[in-house]
């Protein structure tokens, strides 16, 4: 299995090998930047439902934790809240673009690289007198590797983009939920 992938990469293009290598470099972003939101946006969402929970009890007092304790310290007005809202949400969905990025990119960049390698092959066959299909499908195979990553790449970017959007749906929900009842008690 190694010598096959090396052997890949020895007859590969420059351009093949710079599409994959950029493919590499989406790859290992998009599971930092899913990793590191993942956690990030689950703190947010314990707190926020502790906060609530909090909130709906006989204590009813907004806990330090929420992320609109310091918008309700000063004034519990709806545009007040409303607005600390939306802050809270753009901090916490920032970097979610870059997803969405990757995921309709990727698959245009392994294109990029097949068409390539696909061009590159022909142009080697041109020299020959006769191209039979036992060389063109295994020059054709090497060259789809290429939107074979692009593909891969793709699925886990959009997948990491939806998973992380729904959870900064259900951090604005309890966000939500605790201006009401703050704006109702106020």
Known sequence: MIDIILNYFTNSSAITLVVLALLS??????FWLFIFKNSQLSGLITNEKKSLETLTSRDSILSPLSGLSR???????????HACEISIIKDASEGLSWLSIVSSTSPFIGLFGTVVGILESFAKFSTQSKVGFSIIAPAISEALVATAGGIFVAIFAYTFHQILTRKVYELNTYLKAQSEILIAKA
């Open 25 to 30: 470099v989406y790859f290992v972003l998009i």
């Open 71 to 81: 918008c309700a310290k000063t004034s519990r007005s709806k545009p007040l809240l």
